[in-house]
């Protein structure tokens, strides 16, 4: 088992004791718990039926740790709610890429990505499963509303983790839908407002935080 399941499964006991935590958006959704664990023959039933493999670090998450619940914004999807997207590709005019359900007829034949996290509205927070970001986390809106952000974090671990770690040190993190408690009544959140010289947008246009 990856040491860091233990951890992280040890931290999310935790995070609703620590007084001075960050606040979760949404966090009334899941209230910190996960579900139940996926077995291994549904994991693989899954990627049968979609002709993909789940990036490992994700899959063992959903097996070793939990299926659904805590998780930023509104918290992960059950897998079987999880829907395959492709990003489309970036308009003449320089406005931000969406993304578009692998289903419509409009969906290009690109890289794919798993909606693995509820955002809200057409806020998507995906995985990669085919290509050059395989196993990375990527941010983005489905109409193009804002540029798709790549998440630093190598794979969904070290990902959830931060989420972990930023909540409990009481940090705002924008990006993974934190706010601190002195600013929950005031602090706008999102990737309209956030600037760091750390992330780049896939786009090239302004930075975001890095998730």
Known sequence: MDSRITRIR????????QAQRSHSVCAERHQFRLGPGISA?????????????????????LIELGGSGAGPFYGLLPLEECRLFTMNRKPADGSPRGFT?????DALQGDL?????????????????TGPL????????????WPPNVSS??????WYERWLNHMRDGKDNRALGLTSPATIATAPWGFRATASPRRQYIDGADPAVST
């Open 10 to 17: 040890s931290k999310l006991a935790k995070i609703p004791y």
């Open 41 to 61: 023959s549904e994991a693989d039933a899954f990627e049968a039926e979609h002709r993909i493999v789940l990036p490992a670090a994700y899959r063992a998450f």
């Open 101 to 105: 359900h692998v289903d419509h007829p």
């Open 113 to 129: 990505f798993l909606h693995i996290i509820e955002m809200g509205c057409s806020d998507l927070c995906l995985i990669a499963v």
């Open 134 to 145: 395989t196993g990375r986390v990527v941010t983005g809106n489905a109409d193009g509303f």
């Open 153 to 158: 974090a190598q794979d969904f671990l070290r």
